[in-house]
């Protein structure tokens, strides 16, 4: 399954960012997908309940934006938006058209724990 080998990728760099802080729990991840990349959102869930099994991030979160796809018409300049499917120009139906986004796979952002850090001698 493509989203498996996605959210893999996804976790191990949550993880290193988390651990790289001190973070001792991920309680969720924030994604941003584009609608052309084909990503089935139920899926990608799936994958990180499995993946996230003995992890610190077990038990948390998913936050799945999809973005919809935009483009620009070469033939009008008009942008607009769109599915996957039907690309053309809103405004002449040209098929020339350059996409703009939807195609992006980010990680927009993770809510961590870190613990207070640790005291050690008092420095008064
Ligand atoms: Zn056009």
């Given at each position: ?59 948390g ?29 809103t ?18 952002g ?15």
């Amino acid at each position: 399954m493509h989203e498996m080998g996605i959210m893999a990728e996804v976790l191990e760099s949550t993880l290193a960012a988390a651990s790289d802080a001190g973070a001792t729990r991920v309680n969720s991840i924030r994604l941003t997908i584009g609608e052309l990349t084909g990503i089935v959102p139920d899926a990608l869930e799936f994958a990180f309940e499995a993946l996230s099994l003995g992890t610190i991030a077990e038990g948390g979160a998913l936050e799945i934006t999809v973005v919809p796809a935009s483009s620009r018409c070469l033939t009008c300049g008009e942008e607009f938006s769109h599915d996957a499917y039907d690309r053309r120009c809103t405004a002449c139906g040209s098929f020339l058209c350059e996409v703009l986004g939807g195609d992006e796979l980010v990680i927009s952002g993770a809510d961590v724990d870190v613990p207070d850090p640790d005291p050690g001698p008092d420095p008064k």
